[in-house]
């Protein structure tokens, strides 16, 4: 059973930062990427940024590009999202999820076969 556990959630002021792990555990597998996705109350889950196991080539919602940054620690089995100059709508619980196979650059939430629990991102005005 492959578990993903988000951590580094919190309440945080309109500019702060904020740093989120996502721990892989569980049996072995092979991924080919891990990304973060995120969801506000009443809407959709969304796409937020996506690494490439192997290769560590990242991309980004157009939302967030340039303030947050995603990064992968193979070592430690953990992906991170930087998350800087935080906007209240960026409040949402933001998941972890793992691809086991796939081509390029994956965004939409069926491409994801490993999802975590999510982690509580709240940014007051």
């Known amino acids: 059973q492959v578990q993903l556990v988000e951590s580094g959630g919190g309440l945080v002021q309109a500019g702060e930062s904020l740093r989120l792990s996502c721990a892989a555990s569980?049996?072995?597998?092979?991924?080919?990427?891990m990304g973060w996705f995120r969801q506000a109350p009443g809407k959709e889950r969304e796409f937020v940024a996506g690494i490439i196991w192997s290769g560590g080539s990242t991309f980004y919602a157009d939302s967030v590009k340039g303030r947050f940054t995603i990064s992968r620690d193979i070592a430690k089995n953990t992906v991170y999202l930087q998350m800087n100059r935080l906007k209240p709508e960026d409040t949402a619980v933001y998941y972890c999820a793992a691809v086991r196979r796939g081509l390029g650059f994956p965004r939409t939430l069926r491409e994801y076969d490993y999802w975590g629990q999510g982690t509580q991102v709240t940014v007051s005005s």
């Open positions: 569980g049996r072995t597998f092979s991924r080919y990427a």
